[in-house]
């Protein structure tokens, strides 16, 4: 059944406070809002509703045995909600945190149980985005963190993309404007004693190895070009390759 969806424009450095109301009261209330982060449009609902996390999943066409990842406060929540902090993830969170960077963490919180798709994985994004704090401040749940974008399909870097994909199928679209940023998040495994490269993405390799040196690289690839790298997907992908055919990208990370 097809729902309304309504679209707001709003500013992710300094977002207006009826609008951050209006999308927290949708999240609490059992909907989904998408908005821009620092990289791609994301599809945000209570990652502790499993009815909303099962429903992302299925307007993604996702595969329910990949987990989806979560928006978090800060390193203080994430110690709460996560089973172990090794070494490695407690200098990069102090280095990259807020910023594009997945760290997964081994989790097995029951209330987490559907975007763990019955796995032991939990991906975590802290964002710099003023919105997406100001959102998890007024709702107080973690935030799916799953890219705006049907599964194997480019992700969405505009409103307009969000609203083709999922009109009628999510309450609410903030539209944030365009994202300049054409990679997705760097994405790595923090979940043993030893940390390695499950994605490149937005923070080079370089950087992230004079954090950690002792990163475990499984498949360096070199980028084709200054926009699209080869990335490399492991065992957690939230935000495929992002939309850079700016002929799919009319208007508005």
Same mark, same amino acid.
């Given at each position: 059944?097809?729902?309304?969806?309504?679209?707001?424009?709003?500013?992710?450095?300094?977002?207006?406070?009826?609008?951050?109301?209006?999308?927290?009261?949708?999240?609490?209330?059992?909907?989904?809002?998408?908005?821009?982060?620092?990289?791609?449009?994301?599809?945000?609902?209570?990652?502790?509703?499993?009815?909303?996390?099962?429903?992302?999943?299925?307007?993604?066409?996702?595969?329910?045995?990949?987990?989806? *990842? &979560?928006? $978090?406060?800060?390193?203080?929540?994430?110690?709460?909600? =996560?089973?172990?902090? #090794?070494?490695? /993830?407690?200098? +990069?969170?102090?280095?990259?945190?807020?910023?594009?960077?997945?760290?997964?963490?081994?989790?097995?919180?029951?209330?987490? *149980? &559907?975007? $763990?798709?019955?796995?032991?994985?939990?991906?975590?994004? =802290?964002?710099?985005? #003023?919105?997406? /704090?100001?959102? +998890?401040?007024?709702?107080?749940?973690?935030?799916?963190?799953?890219?705006?974008?049907?599964?194997?399909?480019?992700?969405?870097?505009?409103?307009?993309?969000?609203?083709?994909?999922?009109?009628?199928? =999510?309450?609410?679209?903030?539209?944030?404007?365009?994202?300049?940023?054409?990679?997705?998040?760097?994405?790595?495994?923090?979940?043993?004693?030893?940390?390695?490269?499950?994605?490149?993405?937005?923070?080079?390799?370089?950087?992230?190895?004079?954090?950690?040196?002792?990163?475990?690289?499984?498949?360096?690839?070199?980028?084709?070009?200054?926009?699209?790298?080869?990335?490399?997907?492991?065992?957690?992908?939230?935000?495929?390759?992002?939309?850079?055919?700016?002929?799919?990208?009319?208007?508005?990370?």
């Amino acid at each position: 059944m097809l729902i309304k969806t309504k679209v707001l424009l709003g500013n992710q450095d300094n977002p207006d406070k009826s609008l951050i109301s209006d999308a927290a009261k949708v999240i609490t209330g059992g909907g989904i809002v998408s908005f821009p982060t620092e990289t791609v449009y994301a599809l945000g609902a209570d990652a502790f509703n499993e009815e909303m996390v099962a429903k992302i999943y299925r307007i993604k066409r996702r595969d329910r045995s990949k987990p989806i *990842s &979560v928006f $978090l406060k800060g390193a203080q929540q994430t110690r709460r909600i =996560v089973d172990f902090v #090794n070494p490695d /993830a407690e200098k +990069l969170m102090e280095k990259f945190w807020p910023g594009p960077l997945t760290l997964v963490f081994t989790c097995t919180s029951s209330k987490l *149980s &559907v975007v $763990l798709a019955k796995g032991d994985k939990l991906g975590v994004r =802290v964002s710099p985005s #003023n919105m997406i /704090a100001q959102l +998890l401040e007024e709702t107080g749940v973690p935030i799916t963190a799953t890219s705006a974008n049907i599964s194997g399909k480019k992700s969405c870097v505009a409103a307009n993309r969000v609203f083709y994909f999922f009109n009628g199928r =999510v309450e609410l679209i903030i539209d944030g404007g365009k994202s300049n940023v054409f990679l997705p998040s760097t994405v790595l495994d923090v979940s043993g004693e030893d940390s390695s490269l499950i994605r490149l993405g937005h923070i080079p390799v370089e950087e992230i190895k004079k954090v950690v040196p002792s990163l475990r690289i499984p498949e360096e690839e070199e980028p084709k070009d200054d926009c699209k790298p080869e990335v490399k997907v492991g065992a957690v992908s939230e935000e495929p390759q992002n939309e850079t055919d700016q002929t799919q990208t009319s208007t508005v990370g």
